[in-house]
């Protein structure tokens, strides 16, 4: 058994940890990754920010360390058997990476919808790749299964001593390259824990002085309910968005050490997260996943709810390994999640002249986007998007468009919108009657469109339908189905049946404003 053979979850404190960091063995095969200057955000939020950058790993995540680190650790008899774990992303090219530097055989078991650059880059590296169910819950079970039936050691991605330990050598790195004698903040983006647990736990029991922030999606957010809880809890569901952290529930050691040596809590949007990715590429030329910018996204956040001047502020920018795909998305949203885009429905007369009337009262902001199609009424509506110089001009434009007579639906916080509606402006059908309108989330993959319709298929005619493949593990998709108020107790319970997440969208604004 390796050295951590005698901690249970709660009694390991803040020196354990740092010794195991002290002791760990993790730069056979990571690197001492820079602390990069921000002067983009630095001028913006009127701190010092600095970047840890961990997307310059050799797989561009931290991962490596912890794998490593336990992997290096195992006894002649464990190491001679053999690895296994479950991942999609980060932890999975992590362990085949220190298999292949230790020559360790290894076994990774990943979702059948995990992108094809993930499994080639493990499998390049000699791992065997084992592809199993739609989700992370899927594989692990798996994972689980094969362990026992293969006698191999399961390398845990977050909840693991040593594991934890190994992400921790980030935090001895800090010391020698933050120069603030005064203290300062640090961000770590946070799913299971590990990484928090092991840098919160050596910079704790070294008392330097730093606060520490964990940052966490706020669809994601298993640790900041946890501790509100004062127990762990499991989520239903998890965003789909920020892939990297999306765990339903957290490590049972890094919930205790999480609970004791953070500071404070930060959630963030979507929306603020695409705005970070692209802050990140502005001052680094770097392009990072969604959880490799979500600490950047929780320190903007941050500074400007304690509207902090003067400070020295650190992010961990914990991965880059994007899939291409998805940047249209970020594209998309980068702006709305800095406050310098507006995303409004706006009534105007259907009469010739109008839209010069109404661009006049826009005056000199620049138009991002424009949605409108000719329907036979008085009044037509329209999808607009509009540039910003201040996120508080938001507010006067649209007052200013109400003074001058116009119906204004601010629709920039609406998700429905920005995912689906503006890609269908004009899609008016008087003649859907019944029309029930739902939000279905399911697996990434192909031939999962096929199978979705397939199970979708019953006696009620769909009236809409809307996807969009935004390169995430998870497809989103918007469909109206025409069902009478009879039929609705029966069409509840195939929803219960349908086995795809479903919400009821039919009351959404943009829905109503521009669909019906």
């Known amino acids: 058994m390796t ?4 901690f249970k979850p709660g009694t390991l404190d803040a020196q354990d940890v740092l010794r195991l960091a002290l002791t760990s063995k993790v730069y056979s095969a990571a690197v001492e990754t820079p602390l990069s ?3 983009g955000l630095s001028a913006r939020t009127g701190n010092a920010v600095w970047l840890k950058r961990e997307d310059q790993q050799p797989i561009f995540s931290f ?15 464990e190491a001679a058997r053999g690895v296994i774990c479950a991942s999609a992303g980060n932890h999975a090219q992590g362990v085949a990476y220190a298999a292949q530097q230790l020559g360790l055989r290894a076994v990774i078991v990943m979702p059948a919808t995990t992108p094809e650059i993930k499994v080639q880059a493990c499998r390049q590296r000699g791992a065997e790749v084992v592809l199993y169910g739609d989700s992370f819950s899927d594989a692990e079970t798996h994972a689980y299964a094969l362990q026992r ?49 092991g840098v919160a736990g050596v910079l704790k029991a070294l008392g330097k002085g730093v606060r520490i922030v964990g940052v966490e999606p706020d669809d994601s957010d298993a640790m ?31 919930f205790d050490l999480t609970r004791r040596y953070v500071d404070d ?35 903007k956040q941050y500074a400007q709810a304690r509207d902090l001047k003067g400070e020295t502020l650190v992010a961990l920018t914990g991965g880059a390994n994007v899939n291409f795909d998805r940047l249209r998305h970020v594209a998309e949203r980068a702006e709305i999640g800095e406050r310098r885009e507006a995303i409004l429905a706006v009534t105007i007369p259907e009469r010739p002249g109008a839209f010069r009337q109404f661009i006049e009262v826009i005056g000199p902001r620049a138009i991002t986007e424009f949605n409108y199609r000719y329907a036979p009424r008085a009044d037509a509506r329209i999808f607009v998007g509009v540039q910003l110089g201040h996120p508080a001009q938001r507010a006067e434009l649209a007052g200013a468009l109400t ?18 509606v503006r890609h269908m402006v004009g899609g008016r059908a008087p003649e859907a009657v019944d029309e029930r309108v739902y939000s279905f989330t399911f697996p990434e ?22 996807y969009r493949n935004h390169g995430s593990a998870h497809g989103r998709v918007l469909a109206g189905i025409q069902v009478p108020e009879a039929d609705l107790a029966d069409f509840a319970a195939f929803l219960g049946e349908l086995g795809y997440p479903a919400e009821d969208m039919t009351g959404n604004a943009a829905y109503r404003l521009f669909l019906t």
């Open 3 to 6: 050295q951590t053979q005698d």
């Open 37 to 39: 200057a921000a002067p």
């Open 63 to 77: 991962k490596l360390r912890g794998a490593y680190n336990k992997m290096s650790q195992l006894t002649p008899e």
């Open 149 to 197: 039936e293969r006698g191999l050691t399961f390398v845990h991605p977050y909840d693991d001593p040593l594991v934890l330990a190994g992400q921790g050598t980030v935090a001895l790195e800090l010391l020698r390259q933050v120069e603030a004698p005064q203290g300062y903040t640090l961000f770590v983006p946070v799913g299971g824990g590990g990484l928090i647990a």
């Open 224 to 254: 900041y309910r946890s501790l509100q809880a004062g127990e762990r809890v499991r989520l239903d569901t998890v965003g789909i968005f920020v892939d990297g952290v999306a765990v339903k529930q957290v490590g049972a050691y890094t």
């Open 265 to 299: 809590w930060v959630r963030v949007t979507t929306d603020e997260v695409c705005a970070a990715i692209k802050d990140v590429f502005d001052d680094t030329r770097a392009v990072m996943e969604p959880a490799g910018a979500l600490a950047v996204a929780g320190l």
């Open 403 to 420: 003074a001058r007579g116009y119906a204004v639906t601010d629709l920039t916080d609406d998700e429905l919108a920005k995912v689906h």
């Open 445 to 466: 993959r192909p031939g999962a469109l096929l199978e979705f319709l397939t199970h979708l298929h019953a006696r009620w005619n769909i009236s809409l339908f809307h």
